[in-house]
């Protein structure tokens, strides 16, 4: 499932990360074309792989957030698994990259 950060709001990532075995928190800008091929990438991933929650937050937008995680540049993924950090991802990735984070940490 893809969510955007304004779907959830960000005060309730903890509670997310609770209830999902496997989240991708994808921080993106809307004016960034790696961006956009990396979300449509994660839509392929997610249609084989409809249990990770993926969080989309726009780093424009949620400066806060993207201090908390360290995000200095987009498109940057942060992987997590039972709540606990697995990875980041900066830059282009295709589907099958994001497939393998998960795959390598079983």
């Known amino acids: 499932m893809i969510v955007n950060i304004k779907e959830i709001e960000s005060e309730n990532i903890d509670l997310a990360m609770k209830k999902s075995d496997k989240i991708?928190?994808?921080?993106?800008?809307?004016w960034c074309p790696s961006c956009r091929m990396v979300a449509m990438n994660l839509e392929e991933f997610?249609?084989?792989?409809?249990?990770?929650?993926?969080?989309?937050?726009?780093?424009?937008?949620?400066?806060?957030?993207?201090?908390?995680?360290?995000v200095?540049?987009?498109?940057?993924?942060?992987?997590?698994?039972?709540g606990n950090y697995l990875d980041r991802h900066q830059g282009f990735?295709?589907?099958e990259e994001i497939a393998s984070v998960f795959e390598n940490n079983e």
């Open 46 to 70: 997610e249609e084989n792989h409809p249990e990770v929650l993926i969080i989309q937050i726009d780093a424009g937008e949620y400066k806060t957030l993207t201090d908390l995680y360290k």
């Open 93 to 95: 990735i295709e589907a």
């Open 72 to 82: 200095k540049t987009a498109p940057t993924l942060l992987f997590f698994k039972n």
């Open 24 to 30: 991708i928190i994808d921080f993106f800008t809307k």
